[in-house]
């Protein structure tokens, strides 16, 4: 129920910078730009929008739930600025 961000060191290595709790039992991410990741979160039937701070990870959050349709699997942005969401559901 929760979204880890990652930072990635020169050498390649992970270090946690920030935990955002999201929906309920998340099964996919989508990255829409450098401060804006989307969650499915799939018995919540909810979508989370958290807004990410690159400078500062630490003050990531969810800035908006949308409720979709029943069990959401995946999700995928279209059209030529990335304005369109397309959410599959069972």
Not at 61 to 84: H, K, M, N, Y
């Amino acid at each position: 129920n929760q979204l880890q961000i990652f930072a990635v060191g020169p050498s390649g290595e992970l270090s946690r910078t920030a935990t955002v709790t999201v929906g309920l039992e998340p099964v996919a991410v989508a990255v829409r730009s450098a401060s804006e990741v989307w969650v499915v979160n799939h018995l919540s039937d909810s979508v989370s929008i958290v807004e990410v701070e690159p400078g500062n990870a630490a003050l990531s959050r969810v800035r908006r739930t949308l409720l979709v349709g029943d069990e959401p699997r995946d999700i995928v942005f279209g059209g030529s600025a990335r304005d369109r969401a397309f959410v599959t559901t069972a």
